[in-house]
């Protein structure tokens, strides 16, 4: 016999279910939409992408569309498991504001507010992230996922960046998210397993 019981504590926050809403190894993780610290805000933007499987990823034939239809495509590059991968428009840490892409992209531009879609080699869509006025995006600051595995399109599973880098700017390209939280320590939802025989 197995009993399974689901505490849930109320605190006012949206709750989170500890469970991948996508089935997809390569993710969302976070982007900077209004980098202050760059020599231009074009040339201070980039996306981070984390691989939650326990294999390698190979970025080649990934894309990146913004809501213009505009797309990055990724090319070879190994993700490593539980690990990051950057792409930015500068490689210039000089003028990016003091951080190192992993790969470097051109022509694609990341919004205030907008959306970006990740989409596998195939052409299936892996991600779509739609967010506003109301999101976590602030200048100077990256948005980051508080969870990987929390759903992508709730505004309260992402945060505004609160650890600096580069130049001076917050957010934490190629780390670990200054705002992440693990999903079974949320103060929203507390799982308890128990096994009876």
């Known amino acids: ?14 709750p989170h279910m500890p469970e991948d809403l996508s089935s997809s190894a390569l993710v969302f993780n976070e982007f900077m939409a209004t980098p202050l610290s760059s020599a231009t805000e074009a040339e201070g933007e980039w996306i981070e992408l984390y691989n939650r499987s ?32 950057v792409l930015g428009s500068s490689g210039d840490s000089g003028r990016n504001g003091g951080y190192s892409p992993d790969q470097v992209y051109s022509g694609f531009g990341i919004s205030a507010t907008g959306s970006l879609m990740l989409i596998e080699p195939g052409g299936q869509t892996a991600e779509t992230l ?8 602030e200048p100077g600051c990256s948005c980051e996922r508080i969870n990987p595995n929390w759903t992508i399109g709730l505004s309260s599973s992402w945060a505004a960046a609160v650890f600096s880098f580069g130049d001076g700017d917050k957010g934490t390209p190629g780390e670990k998210n200054s705002v992440y939280e693990n999903s079974f320590a949320s103060n929203t939802w507390a799982f308890i397993k128990a096994f009876v025989q």
Do not use: E, F, H, K
């Not at 197995?2 to 505490?7: H, N, T």
């Not at 739609?130 to 995006?137: A, G, T």
């Open 54 to 85: 326990d294999d390698y990823v190979n970025l080649s034939g990934w894309r990146i569309r913004n809501q213009s239809g505009i797309q990055i495509i990724c090319g070879t590059y190994l993700v490593p498991p539980d690990g990051y991968v």
């Open 130 to 137: 739609v967010y506003d006025s109301s999101w976590p995006v």
């Open 1 to 14: 016999m197995i009993l399974l019981m689901v505490a849930c504590v109320s605190t006012g926050v949206q």
